[in-house]
C-alpha cells in the first residue's frame, strides 16, 4: 500500500467512473481492498488507479476483450448490493428484513406500492388449466414459463409500454404464480399459498420460514437471469416478456435449479449414507462441483445460507435434516476451503418440509420475480437497446 492520501468512496467511484454500488461490488468480489474507521470507508489511491487501468483494453489484447481481472460487463443497480459479506437491498439488511418481515411487506416497500394485487379468479382457472395439460411429469420451471404466459394471454394490458404496468405485472405474477400451482381456494398471502402448492402438509413454522427464504432470494448481485431479464427490458419487452427471459436463464444447474441435487445429496445422507459417499456420489453424476456449496460473492459464507438454516433450527422436527447439513459440511470443510450456499439452505427447507427435489427452484423463481421487475423498471429508465453488444467476427477468413 501506498503512502498517499487515501481515496474516500465516492472519489474512488469517480475515479473508476462508476456509482458506489458497483464500487463495493468490486470490493465484495476481492477486485478492490478498503480500509474502514469511524469516518468511513477509504481506499489505497495506487491500487484504484492500477484496477483502473485493468478496467481499460489492454494493449496486448484482441479487440473487444475484457481486461485481465474484471467482469465482462458491470451494470449499475439501485438493488442489492453485499458489503462486508452482508447482503443489503438498498439500505436495509436482507438478513433483517428476511427475519422480522414479510415477503409481501418487502416487496412493497422495493415497488413503493401499497399491496399486491392478484388476477382474478376467471384468470387463474385458464393459468391452472395450462400448468394441468403438460402432466404430472413437467418440470417445475416449465409450470412456471406457462403459467406467466397464460397470465399474460388473459390480460388486456399486457402490451402497455409505461414503465408502472411493469410493478403491476410483477405483482400479478407473484401472487398468480403461487395461486396457480396451488389447488383452488387461495391462502391470505404468497407464502402460505405456496406452501399449500409445495408442501404435502402441515409444519409448525413452515409458511413463515418459506417467507423468510422468499426475502432472502429476491436478488443478488448481477446473476445470469437478471442479465436477461435486463437485456429484454432495453428493448423494451413487457412485463410477462421480461420474466420470461429471465425464466429461460434461471433454468439451468448452474443457477436456478441448482438445489435439486442439494436436496438429493442431503435426502441421501438424512437416511443413512455416509456424506463422504454422498459428496462423491453428488460429484460424480452432476460434474460440477460439490451441491449447494462456494459462492464467490462472499469472503466468508453465503451470508442467506446461514440465516435461512439458522431459522430452521428453532422450527419443529428439524434436527435430522439439520445433522445431515452439518455432516456435510464438515466433511467438506476437511476436503475443500468452501462453505454452504443458499442452494444448500433451500435445499434444507424443502427436504424438512418433505417437498420435491425440485421445489426449491420454484421458491426461488417466485422470489426472484420481484428482483427482475425491479431490474426492468430501472432499465426502462436507460437508452433503449444499450445492452445490444457487437459481436467479433473470430472464424475463417472469406475464400
Do not use: C
Not at 399486491?116 to 420451471?141: F, H, K, M, Y
Amino acid at each position: 500500500m501506498s503512502d498517499l492520501p487515501r481515496l474516500t468512496a465516492a472519489e474512488a467511484a469517480a475515479r473508476l467512473g462508476v456509482k458506489p454500488e458497483s464500487l463495493y461490488a468490486y470490493v465484495s468480489r476481492g477486485l478492490l481492498s478498503r480500509e474502514r474507521d469511524a469516518a468511513g470507508s477509504s481506499f489505497d489511491p495506487l491500487e484504484v488507479e492500477a484496477f483502473a487501468r485493468r478496467r481499460r483494453r489492454s494493449p496486448s489484447a484482441a479487440p473487444g476483450s475484457p481486461a485481465p481481472g474484471t467482469p465482462l460487463m458491470v451494470l449499475d443497480t439501485g438493488l442489492a448490493h453485499i458489503e462486508d459479506d452482508e447482503l443489503h437491498y438498498r439500505e436495509r439488511s436482507a438478513a433483517r428484513l428476511a427475519r422480522g418481515s414479510s415477503f409481501e411487506e418487502v416487496v412493497t416497500w422495493l415497488w413503493d406500492v401499497t399491496a399486491l394485487r392478484s388476477p382474478s379468479p376467471a384468470d387463474l382457472v385458464v393459468a391452472r388449466r395450462t400448468i394441468e395439460a403438460l402432466g404430472p411429469t413437467a418440470p417445475p420451471v416449465d409450470r412456471l414459463i406457462v403459467a406467466v404466459a397464460a397470465l399474460a394471454a388473459t390480460d388486456p394490458l399486457r402490451d402497455d409500454s409505461d414503465a408502472s404496468q411493469l410493478v403491476r405485472v410483477g405483482a400479478r405474477l407473484v401472487t398468480g404464480l403461487a395461486a396457480a400451482l396451488a389447488p383452488a381456494g387461495q391462502e391470505p398471502d404468497v407464502a402460505r399459498t405456496l406452501w399449500g402448492a409445495l408442501a404435502p402438509h402441515d409444519l409448525p413454522g413452515g409458511p413463515r420460514l418459506l417467507d423468510a427464504a422468499l426475502v432472502l432470494v429476491i436478488d443478488h448481485d448481477l446473476a445470469v437471469s437478471t442479465l436477461a431479464a435486463r437485456v429484454a427490458a432495453s428493448a423494451r419487452a413487457s412485463g410477462y416478456a421480461v420474466v420470461t427471459a429471465a425464466l429461460g436463464a434461471f433454468d439451468a444447474p448452474l443457477h436456478g435449479t441448482a438445489s435439486r441435487a442439494a436436496a438429493q445429496l442431503l435426502r441421501a445422507v438424512r437416511d443413512g449414507d455416509a456424506p463422504s459417499t454422498a459428496i462423491a456420489r453428488a460429484v460424480r453424476d452432476g460434474g460440477r462441483g460439490i451441491p449447494g456449496f462456494g459462492q464467490s460473492l462472499y469472503a466468508g459464507g453465503d451470508m442467506r445460507a446461514s440465516v435461512l438454516l439458522e431459522l430452521l433450527r428453532e422450527a419443529p422436527q428439524s434436527a435430522r435434516v439439520l445433522a445431515a447439513v452439518d455432516a456435510v459440511a464438515d466433511e467438506v470443510a476437511r476436503r475443500a476451503d468452501v462453505r454452504p450456499n443458499l442452494d444448500l439452505a433451500l435445499a434444507a427447507l424443502t427436504v424438512w418440509a418433505d417437498m420435491s427435489d425440485d421445489a426449491g427452484s420454484v421458491i426461488f423463481a417466485i422470489g426472484r420475480i420481484v428482483g427482475w421487475i425491479s431490474h426492468a423498471v430501472d432499465e426502462y429508465d436507460e437508452r433503449p437497446m444499450r445492452l445490444r453488444p457487437r459481436g467479433r467476427y473470430v472464424g475463417p477468413a472469406p475464400e
